[in-house]
T-cell receptor
Framework: GQNIDQPTEMTATEGAIVQINCTYQTSGFNGLFWYQQHAGEAPTFLSYNVLDGLEEKGRFSSFLSRSKGYSYLLLKELQMKDSASYLCAVWGKGSGDKLTFGTGTRLAVRP | GAGVSQSPRYKVAKRGQDVALRCDPISGHVSLFWYQQALGQGPEFLTYFQNEAQLDKSGLPSDRFFAERPEGSVSTLKIQRTQQEDSAVYLC????????????FGPGTRLTVT
């Protein structure tokens, strides 16, 4: 089976940097995804990590350590529109193509 | 269309009624997934198709849930004899498959069972 943990809620200030952590336990590992979901909307893809290290894409970066079962999503220069839930999802070996999602981290960006 | 579409967007059913939820994936996408998302939770996997073949239905919570994709494109998730615990958002996602694993999600159907 797979177990994914991420904080339930976080608050940050506009213009700041925030790091959202995700730890996972899985019997096999193919890759890790981060999705953004605004309230009442579909999740949208942010990043995919399969190898250790940092992947940077504009204001968003994602880090993976496979040996530690750990990932984080880094959001820089926060904007009000970044207020959303951030979902960590693991693609495990032997699970076909399905993803196992964490419960999501609700980020509130304050002025 | 440009993205994954789902219909209806909202459905209210009386307990015991049958419902059918439709998903139109992105044209050419081989893989199609159904997820159930309860309020304040992440999506939970229900079932997965590759073309018309249902390769994994391990997440379907009971035999009241049934999904099909007869021509490898549009998919329908059917819930028989709905119960209050079935109230959730049902998300459909599709991907190109064949080594490209980014999943594109539809807006979901919010099902409320009264």
């Amino acid at each position: 089976g797979q177990n994914i943990d991420q904080p339930t809620e976080m608050t940050a200030t506009e213009g700041a940097i925030v790091q959202i952590n995700c730890t996972y336990q899985t019997s096999g590992f193919n890759g890790l995804f981060w999705y953004q979901q605004h309230a009442g909307e579909a999740p949208t893809f942010l990043s995919y990590n399969v190898l250790d290290g940092l992947e940077e894409k504009g204001r968003f970066s994602s880090f993976l350590s496979r040996s530690k079962g750990y990932s984080y999503l880094l959001l820089k220069e926060l904007q009000m529109k970044d207020s959303a839930s951030y979902l960590c999802a693991v693609w495990g070996k032997g699970s076909g193509d399905k993803l196992t999602f964490g419960t999501g981290t609700r980020l509130a960006v304050r002025p | 269309g440009a993205g994954v579409s789902q219909s209806p967007r909202y459905k209210v059913a009386k307990r015991g009624q049958d419902v059918a939820l439709r998903c139109d994936p992105i044209s050419g996408h081989v893989s199609l997934f159904w997820y159930q998302q309860a309020l304040g939770q992440g999506p939970e996997f229900l079932t997965y198709f590759q073309n018309e073949a249902q390769l994994d239905k391990s997440g379907l919570p009971s035999d009241r849930f049934f999904a099909e994709r007869p021509e490898g494109s549009v998919s329908t998730l059917k819930i028989q004899r709905t119960q209050q615990e079935d109230s959730a958002v049902y998300l459909c996602a599709s991907s190109l498959g064949q080594g490209n694993y980014e999943q594109y999600f539809g807006p979901g159907t919010r099902l409320t069972v009264t």
